[in-house]
């Protein structure tokens, strides 16, 4: 008799990765994280990324070590900066006049723990946009019909976003929107899960 996958959680309250994984179709529940996500001095985008991933996956399995626990986390830079989540529409506007006319790297960090079988896969999407030289006048009109508040360079790209973009160079097209699938599927094969 074969056992059942082990309960599937995923450590974010991030509605887009909340869809995202429910495109493969696995039962899964959603906790936050209690986790501080404030930057460490001199941490560069990918380590951030990565560090960030793996303590919010590690901050829920320590509550439920039978289950499977995905925690992901994306840090955006251009450059010497590094982007968080902008809050607000004056935020949104000048992460975007840094990136115009630039390229954008865009690190997706996944961590999963099992904690049950100590064991953790821990990997990394990285997506490069180009962006156009944007005017101040798109900018503004991009900000105030897509309110991109809470994603990591202000750029929703499952949204009108896509229209700031002169080209998108990446190997998994999830990744940019927060959870790489493509990688993240192997993952959750190899922890039992029915997957195509």
């Given at each position: 008799?074969?056992?059942?996958?082990?309960?599937?959680?995923?450590?974010?309250?991030?509605?887009?990765?909340?869809?995202?994984?429910?495109?493969?179709?696995?039962?899964?529940?959603?906790?936050?994280?209690?986790?501080?996500?404030r930057p460490v001095a001199g941490e560069r985008p990918q380590a951030r990324a990565e560090r960030l991933a793996l303590a919010k996956a590690t901050a829920v399995a320590v509550l439920?070590?039978?289950?499977?626990?995905?925690?992901?986390?994306?840090?955006?830079?251009?450059?010497?900066?590094?982007?968080?989540?902008?809050?607000?529409?004056?935020?949104?506007?000048?992460?975007?006049?840094?990136?115009?006319?630039?390229?954008?790297q865009f690190y997706s960090a996944v961590a999963v723990v099992h904690a049950g079988r100590g064991a953790n896969d821990c990997f990394t999407d990285l997506t490069t946009v180009v962006?156009?030289?944007?005017?101040?006048?798109?900018?503004?009109?991009?900000?105030?019909?897509?309110?991109?508040?809470?994603?990591?360079?202000?750029?929703?790209?499952?949204?009108?976003?896509?229209?700031?973009?002169?080209?998108?160079?990446?190997?998994?097209?999830?990744?940019?929107?927060?959870?790489?699938?493509?990688?993240?599927?192997?993952?959750?094969?190899?922890?039992?899960?029915?997957?195509?």
């Amino acid at each position: 008799m074969t056992l059942p996958p082990p309960a599937l959680i995923l450590a974010s309250t991030s509605p887009y990765r909340r869809e995202l994984l429910g495109r493969l179709g696995l039962p899964f529940t959603v906790q936050r994280p209690d986790v501080d996500e404030r930057p460490v001095a001199g941490e560069r985008p990918q380590a951030r990324a990565e560090r960030l991933a793996l303590a919010k996956a590690t901050a829920v399995a320590v509550l439920h070590p039978q289950a499977v626990i995905i925690g992901a986390d994306q840090v955006a830079s251009c450059g010497e900066l590094i982007f968080d989540k902008p809050g607000n529409a004056e935020a949104a506007r000048a992460q975007l006049r840094a990136q115009s006319g630039r390229s954008a790297q865009f690190y997706s960090a996944v961590a999963v723990v099992h904690a049950g079988r100590g064991a953790n896969d821990c990997f990394t999407d990285l997506t490069t946009v180009v962006m156009r030289t944007l005017s101040d006048a798109e900018i503004d009109a991009y900000v105030a019909a897509d309110r991109p508040f809470d994603c990591a360079g202000s750029l929703r790209s499952e949204g009108l976003g896509i229209s700031l973009c002169e080209r998108i160079e990446s190997q998994d097209p999830t990744g940019l929107i927060g959870l790489p699938l493509i990688r993240l599927a192997s993952s959750l094969r190899a922890c039992g899960y029915a997957l195509p």
